[in-house]
């Protein structure tokens, strides 16, 4: 079964701090990726994704990606109570279908 | 602009009722998917409906069902309602059907007593 896997947390950082999140997944042909963040009660909204290997930055938010180790990360620079969440990592999964696939999420505390 | 909209908001049903579920895309977006998210977990593809056809469809029973309106709305029907059919049923929409770039509504929470 082709999974996107993610530590369910929590992951508790200081107020400022770097946050890092971290996801794998399982089919090697998966070539986009994406993070979503879901505030408690709410739904998920997409604030990075990314296509091709190495970094792509956006205010705060860095998204990284090895696809040789089928790896993607979520840095959060600089770090606000306000990012408290939990942070899902999504793959298109290849093999005709192309549909989002999720991982559990990472629950984020941001502690001033 | 309007983003999407799902209704109820919150429902509770008894076992073997039936449920259905609307959702109205973001302006401009033809493509509509379901997911359900229990507790803890991520969201769990039901199905994509674009052009009024169901085009793919995870690992969902035949009670779970659906259908896309001309203006590109969507229900998810639910039949014979059991106890683990409680979640969060997200709708999302998007420019095209093969994209994780998803617009999600706020969701319809059911719980199934």
């Known amino acids: 079964q082709k999974e996107v896997e993610q530590n369910s947390g929590p992951l508790s950082v200081p107020e400022g701090a770097i946050a890092s999140l971290n996801c794998t997944y399982s089919?090697?042909?998966?070539?986009?990726f994406f993070w979503y963040r879901q505030y408690s009660g709410k739904s998920p909204e997409l604030i990075m994704f990314?296509?091709?290997?190495g970094d792509k930055e956006d205010g705060r938010f860095t998204a990284q990606l090895n696809k040789a180790s089928q790896y993607v990360s979520l840095l959060i620079r600089d770090s606000q109570p306000s990012d408290s969440a939990t942070y899902l990592c999504?793959?298109?999964?290849?093999?005709?279908?192309?549909?989002?696939?999720f991982g559990r999420g990472t629950s984020l505390i941001v502690h001033p | 602009d309007a983003g999407v909209t799902q209704s109820p908001t919150h429902l509770i049903k008894t076992r073997g009722q039936q449920v259905t579920l609307r959702c109205s895309p973001k302006?401009?977006?033809?493509?509509v998917s379901w997911y359900q998210q229990a507790l803890g977990q991520g969201p769990q593809f039901i199905f994509q409906?674009?052009?009024?056809?169901?085009?793919q469809r995870g690992n969902f029973p035949d009670r779970f069902s659906g259908h896309q309106f001309p203006n590109y709305s969507s229900e998810l029907n639910v039949n014979a309602l059991l106890l683990g059919d409680s979640a969060l049923y997200l709708c999302?929409?998007?420019?095209?059907?093969?994209?994780?770039?998803?617009?999600f509504g706020e969701g319809s929470r059911l719980t199934v007593l």
């Open positions: 999302a929409s998007s420019l095209a059907a093969n994209t994780g770039e998803l617009f």
């Open positions: 990314i296509y091709s290997n």
């Open positions: 089919d090697r042909g998966s070539q986009s």
């Open positions: 302006s401009g977006h033809d493509t």
């Open positions: 409906y674009y052009e009024e056809e169901e085009r």
């Open positions: 999504a793959a298109l999964i290849s093999g005709g279908s192309y549909i989002p696939t």
